[in-house]
T-cell receptor, first 111, second 112 residues
Framework: SQQGEEDPQALSIQEGENATMNCSYKTSINNLQWYRQNSGRGLVHLILIRSNEREKHSGRLRVTLDTSKKSSSLLITASRAADTASYFCATETGANSKLTFGKGITLSVRP | NAGVTQTPKFQVLKTGQSMTLQCAQDMNHNSMYWYRQDPGMGLRLIYYSASEGTTDKGEVPNGYNVSRLNKREFSLRLESAAPSQTSVYFC???????????FGPGTRLLVL
């Protein structure tokens, strides 16, 4: 079963624009993580936000978490063509550190 | 430091054949995971190993077995492959505490 649901499913923007991706989930979490997957490659971890945090930054990435709404957003500022990839949110729940992934968002950044 | 490695990168099987997917990590991580990724889907957990000597079922374990050979290695076995097992398989590892998972490059499996 899919814990996280990303929105939109696909996003196409111009280089230099900001990209905002959303994730909603259903149950209480320990933390929420965002991963990137380039075509034909494995997933790469981008950022982790704990359940008691509301906002985190890492370079051009900003992630927010609203536990009352069970939602998170990932903002990529000043996008580049190299940001073209699929982005997944994943929620960690329980004591065994299992992650449950959403179906992903396909981001295309046009040069 | 190679991180997480997987072999083979690509494999074609006939229905009913068996094979083992190999995964190794050199980060001294306790936990290891096997996922499958199907088109338009996120990753679904097949099996995981929280520590050496332990394994547990994930969301989609049917048709698979695993072995945590030692702390470094975690293998996934398909005893009798079926076309429904055509997928991309990813292995991941995780250290202790609040942490992220590190993924291998994947194995693309086609079952005819």
């Amino acid at each position: 079963s899919q814990q996280g649901e990303e929105d939109p499913q696909a996003l196409s923007i111009q280089e230099g624009e900001n990209a905002t991706m959303n994730c909603s989930y259903k149950t209480s979490i320990n933390n929420l993580q965002w991963y990137r997957q380039n075509s034909g490659r494995g997933l790469v971890h981008l950022i982790l936000i704990r359940s008691n945090e509301r906002e985190k930054h890492s370079g051009r990435l900003r992630v927010t978490l609203d536990t009352s709404k069970k939602s998170s957003s990932l903002l990529i500022t000043a996008s580049r063509a190299a940001d073209t990839a699929s982005y997944f949110c994943a929620t960690e729940t329980g004591a065994n550190s299992k992650l449950t992934f959403g179906k992903g968002i396909t981001l295309s950044v046009r040069p | 430091n190679a991180g997480v490695t997987q072999t083979p990168k690509f494999q074609v099987l006939k229905t009913g054949q068996s094979m083992t997917l190999q995964c190794a990590q050199d980060m001294n991580h306790n936990s290891m995971y096997w996922y499958r990724q199907d088109p338009g889907m996120g990753l679904r957990l097949i099996y995981y190993s929280a520590s050496e000597g332990t394994t547990d079922k994930g969301e989609v374990p049917n048709g698979y077995n695993v072995s945590r050979l030692n702390k470094r290695e975690f293998s996934l076995r398909l005893e009798s492959a079926a076309p429904s097992q055509t997928s991309v398989y990813f292995c991941a590892s995780r250290g202790g505490g609040v942490g992220t998972q590190y993924f291998g490059p994947g194995t693309r499996l086609l079952v005819l």
